[in-house]
């Protein structure tokens, strides 16, 4: 089974810095990934995917992530954060097993930014 | 244009009760999926729709139904709850069932308590 692993519950960082968000994923196939924002009292946001292609793929708000095949990774990154980056941040890869179409996803990164 | 629109909001109710969560998708989205996530963690999968039928269903007990109407308007029920249902109730509409050239949008959810 699929699964996602996202490494850090907790970020705290000072505004303008950077950020890493960490995503591992286990696959045995091929597959689909993503970033999703959730805002509190909000739904989910897609930040970014990876289909196929360029392994650096660009987001909304200025985050990019990359597709890493060989450590199984897809780290979220910004080179400067702002105030309204705070939110929840989760990972997701597709699954497709049994002819249904869903996403698997991590149990999210709390990003708090610091003024 | 509308987004997915979700109600209700906000929903208590007591344990061996049963709820109705509603959906309406984004115009012209023919898929519908419902997702549960619990405080802490990311969303899990519940039931997809596509088509007025049924196309894949999660890890979860019987007590969980859902259908989807002619005008692809969705509704989740739940019956007999418990206290581990508390969670927050997602809906994702997308215009196809995959993961190419379409995308899920979620709607901001129904907060459901079970005292």
């Known amino acids: 089974a699929q699964s996602v692993t996202q490494l850090d519950s907790q970020v705290p960082v000072f505004e303008e810095a950077p950020v890493e968000l960490r995503c591992n994923y286990s696959s045995s196939v091929s597959v689909y990934l993503f970033w999703y924002v959730q805002y509190p009292n909000q739904g989910l946001q897609l930040l970014l995917k990876?289909?196929?292609?360029?392994?650096l793929v660009k987001g909304i708000n200025g985050f990019e992530a990359e597709f890493n095949k060989s450590q199984t990774s897809f780290h979220l990154r910004k080179p400067s954060v702002h105030i309204s980056d705070t939110a929840e941040y989760f990972c997701?890869?597709?699954?497709?097993?049994?002819?249904?179409?869903?996403?698997?996803f991590g149990t999210g990164t709390r990003l708090k930014v610091l003024a | 244009d509308a987004g997915v629109t979700q109600s209700p909001t906000h929903l208590i109710k007591t344990r061996g009760q049963q709820v109705t969560l509603r959906c309406s998708p984004i115009s012209g989205h023919k898929s519908v999926s419902w997702y549960q996530q619990v405080l802490g963690q990311g969303p899990q999968f519940i039931f997809q729709?596509?088509?007025?039928?049924?196309?894949g269903r999660g890890n979860f007990p019987d007590r969980f139904s859902a259908r989807q109407f002619p005008n692809y308007s969705s509704e989740l029920n739940v019956n007999a709850l418990l206290l581990g249902d508390s969670a927050l109730y997602l809906c994702?509409?997308?215009?196809?069932?995959?993961?190419?050239?379409?995308?899920?949008?979620f709607g901001q959810g129904t907060r459901l308590t079970v005292v």
């Open positions: 990876y289909l196929s292609g360029s392994t």
């Open positions: 729709y596509y088509e007025k039928e049924e196309r």
């Open positions: 997701a890869v597709s699954d497709r097993s049994s002819g249904t179409y869903k996403y698997i």
């Open positions: 994702a509409s997308s215009l196809d069932r995959g993961f190419l050239n379409t995308e899920a949008f």
